[in-house]
Each structure stands twice: as structure tokens, then as C-alpha cells.
């Protein structure tokens, strides 16, 4: 099983431009979401999915917009990127949303805004 | 607010030797709390997971995590460290639609 699969691996992005980080999983998973991980501050909740055309808000939503049109697929859009955007970002699922169930995660975009 | 907090910022311990990673939690109602661990360049894996029950709760590669109430602590530990268990490890609890994580300790296991 692939599990969690996101691309690109890096990027380098100049102010101002926009791109999407692609997330898909391969296991049927309810749940999705999106985390930057920034050093000394863990990981914070970007935004997340529950299931295919629902999706909503986590902790540092602005500048970032989702969309869950497949079970498999929850791409990240960042639509004007800012040096403060400069992180790395995982993609995680789990089968459901409920409070007992962990996360898997893909292995990271590595993104860098100048 | 939901949350947990991770002490120490790194911790070095020889090879042989116990280890122990602490973490406090910030909870109201039942915690249900984990661990993961981060290799370099890697996504995080999931370790362990405390939902109720027994207060000791194994997990993968060795590790264990004891669950204290009276103390509001979820400590990771294993009787015997492995230069391979050097990385980076992340408490964490699960609240609603969002896992919130610690801060992470970074685990050095020198020979």
C-alpha cells in the first residue's frame, strides 16, 4: 500500500505566486487534513476534510483553500504565497474523525517562499 | 483549552540505557492521547495510543507510554535506548477534528 502519497517533495516558490501541494491516500479514509510543521511550534492544523465536499477550518487557515472533491484526494492551495508561508506541510488521514483514531501521514512538502 | 506540552526540548541518553520523553496534558473529559515519532525527512508515525483501560500502554519498536491521571502525564518510555531510536518525538491529543501536537523532543541515543 502506497498509504499517503503528497507532491511535490520541495518546492521554492517567489512572493506572489500561487501553486496547489497534491495529497491523495490509497486507503479509504474518512478524514484528511493538513499540518505545517514549523520549527519549535509542532504542527498546526491548516484545514480539514470529513468526508468527500465537506471541508473546514483549522488553527491557520488564512492564506490556504482546500477542496475534497474524491474520497482519495485533498490538494492545498496556497493562492498568494508570503515568506511567512515558508514551512513544511503534511498531508494526514485517518479512517475516521473520531477522538481514539491516529493519524497517517505523507512524507512532506518542503516549501520555501523568497 | 485541549492541550499538551512536551517539558524538554531534547534529550540525550546512552545507548543501553532507559529513556523517558515527558509530556503533560490539558484536558477536559476523557484524554485520549498519542505519540509519534519523526525520522529526518519523514512523515510522522504513529507510536502508541492511550484511550482508557490499562495505564501502561505498549506500542510499537519497544516503546511504551504510562498514563498517569493524578499527574495529568503521558510519558514515553522504553528500558532500553537504540542509536536507531534517535528522532524526533511528538505528544499529542486528539480534540474533535484536530490533533494537536507538543512542541517535540528531540531523542539523541549516543553508542
Known amino acids: 500500500n502506497a498509504g499517503v502519497t503528497q507532491t511535490p517533495k520541495f518546492q521554492v516558490l517567489k512572493t506572489g505566486q500561487s501553486m496547489t501541494l497534491q495529497c491523495a491516500q490509497d486507503m479509504n479514509h474518512e478524514y484528511m487534513s493538513w499540518y505545517r510543521q514549523d520549527p519549535g511550534m509542532g504542527l498546526r492544523l491548516i484545514h480539514y476534510?470529513?468526508?468527500?465536499?465537506?471541508?473546514d477550518q483549522g488553527e491557520v487557515p488564512n492564506g490556504y483553500n482546500v477542496s475534497r472533491s474524491t474520497t482519495e484526494d485533498f490538494p492545498l492551495r496556497l493562492l498568494s504565497a508570503a515568506p511567512s508561508q515558508t514551512s513544511v506541510y503534511f498531508c494526514?488521514?485517518?479512517?475516521?474523525?473520531?477522538?481514539?483514531?491516529?493519524?497517517?501521514f505523507g512524507s512532506g512538502t518542503q516549501l520555501s517562499v523568497l | 483549552a485541549q492541550s499538551v506540552a512536551q517539558p524538554e526540548d531534547q534529550v540525550n541518553v546512552a545507548e543501553g540505557n532507559p529513556l523517558t520523553v515527558k509530556c503533560t496534558y490539558s484536558v477536559s473529559g476523557n484524554p485520549y492521547l498519542f505519540w509519534y515519532v519523526q525520522y529526518p525527512n519523514r512523515g510522522l508515525q504513529f507510536l502508541l495510543k492511550y484511550i482508557t483501560g490499562d495505564n501502561l500502554v505498549k506500542g510499537s519498536y519497544g516503546f511504551e507510554a504510562e498514563f498517569n491521571k493524578s499527574q495529568t502525564s503521558f510519558h514515553l518510555k522504553k528500558p532500553s535506548a537504540l542509536v536507531s531510536d534517535s528522532a524526533l518525538y511528538f505528544c499529542?491529543?486528539?480534540?474533535?477534528?484536530?490533533?494537536?501536537f507538543g512542541a517535540g523532543t528531540r531523542l539523541t541515543v549516543k553508542p
Open positions: 476534510s470529513v468526508g468527500a465536499g465537506i471541508t
Open positions: 494526514a488521514s485517518s479512517y475516521s474523525h473520531g477522538q481514539t483514531t491516529e493519524l497517517f
Open positions: 499529542a491529543v486528539r480534540v474533535n477534528n484536530d490533533m494537536r
